[in-house]
């Protein structure tokens, strides 16, 4: 591979209309993805577990239903994505949105009107109508990921980074909308009609749909510089399959029921035909920002899952809803990423990512301490959180886009796809396992008779550990045994956001390495795709450098 240095190209600063609806068009599909995601976590902490008598755990796993699922579309899509159409990717999402809608809604109905032996039955088919429900709308989103960032990285291949960051502005910004109806329904979504806030998501999706639909769709760059498909799945290799399907395995071992060492054989097979056909281990480099995207995914999107329920006493006790610190933190994320390209050319993606992960650290620290706190506080850590959480994924991307060209949509979209299923498959239960196991920890010695009342035994994926059963406490009415329970509860949601530093600690340690390593190269370089690699192997590496806005 020959590699040529090049002076930063100045910035694409023309572009036609349709380009530009284009553009919009993914950036609202992406905000229907917040929609979906804002309002079925929000319901999670508020309703969910009442509904369906669920205990964290569970709930975790649903919330997780609502992510994991996304790797599997985003992966499978993007091996195929070039051939099927950008087109047809879209209308998929579309159909498993409105396919989402009708299962929520039936298990609505399952629980309405029944009382008394028949309960339990009607909350068990409700739930697996919503678990259902939750896969399939998660199938939608990772869609929806397959085919905005193949768009725009190659609609404005000489600015990826920073037309990945804007593109990923929608996230927030849907995180944001969706936060604030949500909020003004916020009696709706505690004791009425919760498919009123669940159907928002209609209203993003119906635009994307009538944006998209008749849009004449770009040819990736991988294929106009003529790189072969072998060529793509080597940039992947043996280990990107390895971690990506034994991720996926994993999570369906978990539905289905079979053994961890299944799952590692199953992953196994897939990792050695791909290697087998590739003749590839994987790029290094992907192989490194693959690891990193598993906690950074963790850090930015199993936090906000549970944001809101670690927030809800502290915020009520001030008078808020516990919604808007997501909200707020959202809002910082969508102003920031409008204006990543100066950022980024100020810090290079590198540094910047580093500078992050300390924020981040501290916001997860800060936020972690103001269980008692007054609202002040409460915003002064979620600022420094949002801040520090801001640029993880968009920059990841831009990254990936920007030294793993020849990947095309497969590397681009499949680190998206193992951070998300990483955080479904492992981050969401974890978060919630260490919960339940610091507030029945707490519960044993503050108050040990009830702890033998409402303790039950847990196990996720060969991990034990006893969990506060939510019907059996619901039966204690005691004044003390009640605020032993509030007590044990907050000590575990506070406790786990202290743990959750150790995520971006990691991040950060890995980011200075690779800070180390471009240095040792001369500085971050950007590697562009020209010519027709694939018949005569021209690749020249060099470098727009930073974008800037």
């Known amino acids: 591979m020959n590699t040529a240095q090049e002076a930063p190209s100045a910035p694409q600063s023309s572009h036609s209309t349709s380009d530009m609806i284009m553009f919009w068009g993914c950036f609202i599909a992406l905000i229907t993805t917040a929609f979906a995601f804002f309002s079925r976590m929000y319901l999670c902490d508020v309703r969910f577990e009442s509904d369906f008598g669920l205990e964290k755990v569970a709930i975790g796993a649903l919330k997780g239903a609502g992510v994991w699922p996304f790797a599997i579309s985003i992966i499978l899509f993007s091996l195929v994505i070039d051939r099927i159409g950008y087109r047809v990717a879209m209308i998929f999402s579309f159909i498993c949105y409105a396919i989402y809608l009708v299962l929520a809604c039936m298990a609505y109905g399952a629980i309405q009107g029944v009382s008394g032996e028949e309960l339990a039955a009607a909350q068990d088919r409700g739930h697996n109508l919503l678990y259902l429900g939750s896969i399939i709308l998660a199938l939608g989103n990772g869609t929806v990921e397959a085919f905005i960032n193949p768009i725009v990285a190659t609609m404005f291949s000489k600015e990826k980074t920073k037309w990945l960051n804007i593109l990923h502005a929608g996230w927030p910004g849907g995180l944001v909308v969706a936060g604030i109806i949500t909020i003004a329904m916020a009696d709706t979504a505690k004791t009425g009609d919760w498919r009123l806030v669940l159907g928002t998501i209609a209203i993003p999706a119906v635009i994307y749909f009538i944006m998209l639909f008749n849009a004449k769709f770009p040819v990736s760059e ?173 920059t990841m991307l831009g990254v990936t886009a920007e030294q793993c060209p020849k990947g095309g949509a497969l590397t681009l979209n499949a680190i998206s796809g193992i951070g998300m299923i990483a955080v479904g498959v492992l981050g969401f239960p974890l978060i919630g396992a260490l919960q339940e196991k610091t507030a029945s920890a707490e519960l044993a010695v503050t108050s040990p008779e009830t702890a033998e009342e409402v303790l039950v035994a847990k196990s996720y994926m060969g991990f034990d550990y006893e969990a506060i059963d939510p019907d059996k406490k619901k039966e204690i009415t005691g004044e003390e045994e009640v605020a032993a329970l509030a007590a044990a509860d907050k000590a575990g949601q506070f406790d786990a956001l202290a743990k959750m530093a150790v995520f971006p600690a990691f991040m950060l340690v890995c980011y200075l390495i690779l800070g180390a390593y471009f240095k040792s190269k001369g500085g971050y370089q950007a590697e562009v795709l020209t010519g027709h690699a694939a018949k005569d192997e021209e690749f020249t590496g060099g470098v727009e450098g930073p974008a800037d806005m």
């Open 222 to 394: 991988r294929e106009q510089a003529g790189v072969s498909y072998r060529e793509m799945l080597a940039e992947f290799g043996a280990f990107g399959a390895f971690v990506g399907f034994g991720l996926i395995f994993m999570q369906l071992g978990e539905v289905f029921g079979w053994h961890l060492s299944v799952s590692g054989v199953l992953a196994a097979i897939v990792a050695v035909a791909f290697g087998a056909y590739t003749q590839s281990f994987g790029r290094g480099i992907l192989a490194f920002l693959i690891v990193i995207m598993m906690p950074l995914a963790t850090t930015e999107i199993g936090t906000d899952g549970w944001i809101s329920g670690l927030m809800e006493k502290p915020m009520e006790a001030a008078g808020y809803n516990p919604g808007w610190v997501l909200v707020y933190t959202s809002a910082i994320m969508m102003v920031l990423r409008f204006f990543a390209g100066p950022i980024v050319h100020k810090l290079s993606p590198i540094g910047l990512l580093i500078v992050s992960s300390v924020l981040a650290i501290a916001g997860l620290l800060a936020l972690s301490q103001t269980g008692s706190s007054g609202i002040a506080v409460i915003f002064v850590a979620a600022t420094l959180y949002g801040i520090g959480k801001t640029f993880f994924w968009p």
